[in-house]
């Protein structure tokens, strides 16, 4: 008989010495083979949905420091789809009493990791969970089992994904697949962006828990002009808190839009009114409820179509100050903060992690923080570097290739350089080997950005730089359509720190409503006329205006399609000599987003230069020129 038979069998014969006995058992067998904890699975169990793993594990509060539960303990669990494949090692966190975003506690027993899974059919998974000084942070540390918890295994079976339209889960995650676009591996559809920038203080909100503003001149946001915007059965926390926040992602996805960018720490920096721990100097003890109630956002943001910009650093803060982590160094707190946010909220479908605003790191350093980021992401996100513009060639050409695992650039350039600056680093990262993701992302001069539209607060629209006057439609010309015809991902739109609702304190997204309009515009051109601009690659050389100014771009696939943008009207000619074929010609208004129509010239034969004819009206204005085969 075995041991524990005997056990069993003294016990209900009730036999001297049974007690003993028992507690032989337990040092024997463990409290972890005795009491296994069962963890308890929730959300919907659908491909691309949002799974959680809840564990019972230490009991623990956020500010503990021997053990901290953030350093002190690592659990992952492993994921795998019954085929084998795909296996994913997810991260897991202290989640406090499970519900922290309600009750705001700071002390409880539950462990959690979430899993998005890829496709349908019978997931299993396995926790592994230790103990050890420094256990998240150091591969060499030394490390126990958690009883109850590590080992323990199950299973759950996963539905097809029922959503439709612009909700991610419609779509799957969304992936770098070595081009110039990213793609979502459900649809695999390829991915434009047009959004929000500004402001950098998103989260600097007073509705989350323990947030405060440093500085008297940033205080924290309202959102109160987009309560309107949230509607009966959106998400709310701690009775109904967050209505101004989510109005804010409603009214972005409601206009056409599909991005926002944020700083998730910015202490030291120009807001001083961001951070995910629970205090602001404590860089080892992170804030569940207030993490949780980020969730909420970035979950509701997902559902709505809205992609997550993570700025994990600006340039004021990201070495060689008291802020910093680690002085830029990849150390324990660089390490764990990494590793925070990617189990909080590495489960979300379409984000992209950036080294820093205006990062002023060094190579190395940029090198080692993105080579951790892919180690501890499960999922691969995209990461992306941003820079000043003037430092754009020193610090990227030391990053394209196989010299780092970047996947992207996230680009400030003045408003009237988007297309060019775009342009050079399509090309240069296509040449290295490893095409980039680009995207214009910041736009000066920093004072102005993209204005408020004309009439808001007063305003007449236009900003100034260097004597020139630009205004909405320049941005439209320049920094929208320039991007996307130099073969760049997206747009993200900066407001300047000198204008209505800016990049520190605005919180009404309607002051660049018309903007946002021409971005939607341009987003549903590439959907609503199937533009495979995945194929198709900048080639302005061919585009030679005949009136008009020169502000002209060219986006082709040869033999195929051919995009002409005239940015002040007029006309111009195309050069066909290498390309025979016959082309349909209509033109499109992106001032309106009217169907196509007619101009002065119905179609053209290639193998020579051709003329493109006059637009249907309105020929001072731009216009995007179509030609299909």
């Known amino acids: 008989m075995s041991f524990r038979g005997n056990i069993l069998r003294h016990i209900s014969q009730g036999r001297r010495g049974a007690p003993i006995l028992i507690l032989l058992g337990i040092l024997c067998f463990g409290v972890d083979r005795a009491r296994a904890a069962t963890p308890t699975i929730s959300g919907e169990l659908k491909a691309w949905h949002k799974l959680t793993l809840t564990i019972d594990g230490p009991e623990a509060n956020e500010t503990d420091s021997s053990p901290n539960p953030f350093t002190d303990y690592r659990m992952t669990v492993e994921f795998q789809h019954e085929s084998g494949s795909p296996r994913y090692l997810v991260p897991g966190y202290f989640a406090a009493d499970g519900n922290a975003a309600e009750t705001s506690a700071t002390s409880g027993n539950k462990w959690r990791a979430h899993l998005s899974p890829d496709k349908p059919g019978k997931w299993t998974y396995v926790v592994r969970f230790v103990q050890g000084e420094q256990a998240a942070v150091d591969d060499r540390a030394k490390v126990a089992p958690v009883a109850a918890a590590d080992g323990v295994k199950g299973s759950l079976q996963v539905a097809p994904s029922d959503k439709t339209g612009r909700d991610f889960r419609n779509h799957g995650r969304l992936t770098y697949v070595g081009k110039r676009y990213l793609q979502f591996a459900g649809s695999e559809e390829y991915f434009l962006k047009a959004g929000a920038d500004a402001p950098e203080t998103f989260l600097a909100y007073q509705d989350f828990d323990n947030t405060i503003a440093n500085k008297p001149n940033v205080p924290l946001k309202s959102w109160q002009p987009h309560v309107q915007d949230w509607h009966a059965g959106d998400p709310t926390w701690k009775s109904g808190k967050g209505k101004g926040m989510i109005g804010a992602i409603n009214y972005l996805a409601g206009k056409g839009c599909n991005v926002i960018s944020f700083l998730p720490y910015n202490a030291g920096g120009d807001g001083d009114n961001v951070w995910p721990f629970v205090t602001r100097n404590d860089q080892r003890h992170y804030d569940c409820s207030k993490l949780d109630q980020w969730q909420v956002v970035f979950d509701h943001a997902q559902t709505k179509g809205v992609f997550l910009h993570f700025k994990l650093q600006e340039q004021e803060m990201d070495d060689k100050v008291p802020t910093s982590l680690n002085k830029g160094d990849l150390g324990p707190e660089r390490k764990l903060y990494c590793r925070e946010l990617v189990a909080r909220f590495g489960h979300e479908l379409a984000l992209n992690w950036n ?235 992106p001032r309106t987003g009217d169907e196509l129509q007619a101009g002065t010239v119905a179609d053209v034969k290639g193998g020579k230069s051709v003329a493109l004819g006059a637009p249907p009206q309105d020929p001072e204005q731009d216009w995007l020129v179509l030609l299909r085969k």
Request: charged share 25%; net charge negative.
């Open 355 to 589: 080294l820093g605003e205006e990062n002023t790191q060094s190579a190395k350093q940029q090198r080692d923080m993105a080579q951790y980021l892919k180690d501890v992401d499960p999922y691969d996100h995209p990461i992306v570097a941003h820079t000043f513009p003037n430092q754009q060639d020193q610090v990227y050409s030391k990053l394209i290739g196989d010299q780092s695992v970047l996947t992207g650039a996230s680009l400030q350039n003045e408003w009237n350089q988007a297309h060019a600056r775009t342009l050079k680093w399509v090309t240069e990262s296509a040449k290295s080997g490893r095409p980039w993701v680009c995207a214009n992302d910041e736009q000066g001069p920093a004072e102005y950005g993209v204005p408020a539209d004309p009439g808001y607060a007063g305003q007449n629209g236009k900003a100034s730089e260097h004597g020139k006057t630009y205004d909405l439609h320049d941005i439209r010309k320049r920094t929208l359509w320039g991007t996307f015809l130099a073969g760049g991902a997206g747009v993200e739109y900066y407001f300047g720190y000198k204008t209505p609702q800016n990049d520190l304190l605005c919180e009404d997204l309607r002051s660049r409503d018309r903007s946002w309009d021409y971005c939607k515009i341009a987003l549903d051109f590439f959907r609503q006329y199937d533009i495979p601009f995945w194929e198709m690659n900048n080639m302005d050389e061919l585009l030679a205006p005949t009136s008009g100014d020169s502000l002209g771009y060219c986006f082709a696939k040869p033999g195929t399609l051919y995009l002409v943008y005239l940015g002040n009207g007029g006309e111009a000619t195309l050069d066909l000599t290498n390309d025979p074929k016959a082309y349909r010609v209509a033109w499109f208004n």
